[in-house]
């Protein structure tokens, strides 16, 4: 793989070289695990872990990459636990299926809670790619707070849960960064499925949302967001589009192109208790 794939792959002149499913899966792991920080966070590194710590006190903080091995293992999962809990913050390890040493078991056996196995899906997108192509004419991008408002109730209809911590947070980082862009599907006055996505890194652009409701399901809509974004994150220059999919997701973003790089699970642990 030339240089440029590594270092600028956003130069549309090295869209020729592609890479496999390992150099893809050692770009995610450098950019968006090892190098990344997310707006509204604070990065702090050791020798063992990448931490990110919430700037906000009612929101947690995670553990992204982690360098330990069985025999120290526990020791720094003790360390992490006792850093977060003395700020009164929880937090969530992110454990990925192709990491060593694995660390499900052991953060199990430390307190935290498992959470859904989802399935860590790319692509590497070309020009010639058939999302690039996609009617994207449904689509409205949205830029305002009435319209991710109008987002979290699609959501929170939904899943039939409280969505407003998410959308003071998407509308904070939409009004103090560049990384934001959310789009939807409306059917007259009504927004009937979402999505939105982060420029990250170098080259990605991570994708979220995706729901649409019950009534409005089978007619594209998901495909459509998804080619929207894909559209957006190339003129921006971040064409290499990841997703953390669920089961229902994950078939139709192999029909688009997206590979498995892996499994990822959110492994969280309550602020102040280190127990």
Known sequence: MCKKAIKLYNNLNCWGVMMDKNELRMLFDREMRREVTPPGFRREESEQVIRHVSLHSDEH?????????????????????????????????????????????????????????EALMA??????????????????????EDGIKAIMKLEETIWNEPFKDLGERLWRDFTETNTLRLYGI??????????????????????????TLKEHRNKGHYTAL??????????????????????????????????????????????????
């Open 186 to 211: 409306y059917e007259g006055e009504e927004l009937v499925s979402a999505a939105w996505m982060y420029l990250e890194g170098e080259n990605f652009s991570s994708m979220w949302g995706g729901s």
């Open 226 to 275: 998804l080619a929207a974004r894909a559209k957006k994150a190339v003129e921006m220059g971040h064409p290499i589009l990841m997703v953390d999919a669920s089961p229902m997701s994950e078939p139709i973003l192999k029909k688009c192109g997206f590979e498995r790089l892996g499994y990822s699970y959110g492994m969280t642990f309550p602020g102040g208790d280190n127990k």
């Open 61 to 117: 903080g995670f553990v992204i990459y982690s360098n330990v091995t069985l025999a120290n293992a526990r020791e720094i999962i003790a360390g992490e636990k006792k850093r977060f809990s003395d700020i009164k913050q929880g937090f969530e390890w992110k454990v990925y299926s192709y990491d060593e040493p694995n660390l499900l078991n052991l953060l199990q056996e430390e307190g935290f809670k498992k959470g859904e196995k």
């Open 123 to 144: 692509i590497e997108l070309t020009q010639d790619h058939s999302l690039l192509k996609h009617d994207t004419s449904n689509v409205k991008e949205i830029t305002d």
